[in-house]
């Protein structure tokens, strides 16, 4: 069995009020500054598509939901994506399907 390599973010920083659905967290990785929320499998009632794997996140699947920070609510509505964790933790490591 081989081991796993938990990837931590550079800079991980709690926001004191948490979402809905998942605490939100300041992620810093070295494609910038990001807002990550954890989605919980009952918080998730709708279809995605994952930009790091192509594949359906299916509705009651835990993932997470990633957006730049610094954007306007308006903007940052547009820009969040929806992952599968285990795609968001790895991302650096590989590209986005398109």
């Known amino acids: 069995m081989g081991r796993r390599h938990k990837r931590r973010p550079e800079d991980t920083q709690e926001l004191r009020a948490p ?5 939100r ?3 810093t990785h070295s494609d910038g500054e990001w807002i990550v929320q954890k989605i919980t499998g ?3 009632t709708k279809t995605y598509r ?3 794997c192509d594949h359906e996140i299916r509705p009651a699947t835990p993932h997470v939901v990633a957006w730049p920070s610094g954007l306007s609510s308006e ?10 964790t285990p795609c968001w933790n790895a991302r650096a490591r590989r590209r986005p399907k398109r």
């Open 19 to 23: 979402g809905a659905y998942g605490l």
């Open 25 to 27: 967290t300041y992620e």
């Open 42 to 44: 009952s918080g998730a």
């Open 50 to 52: 994952c930009p790091g």
């Open 75 to 84: 903007d940052a509505v547009d820009d969040r994506r929806h992952w599968h």
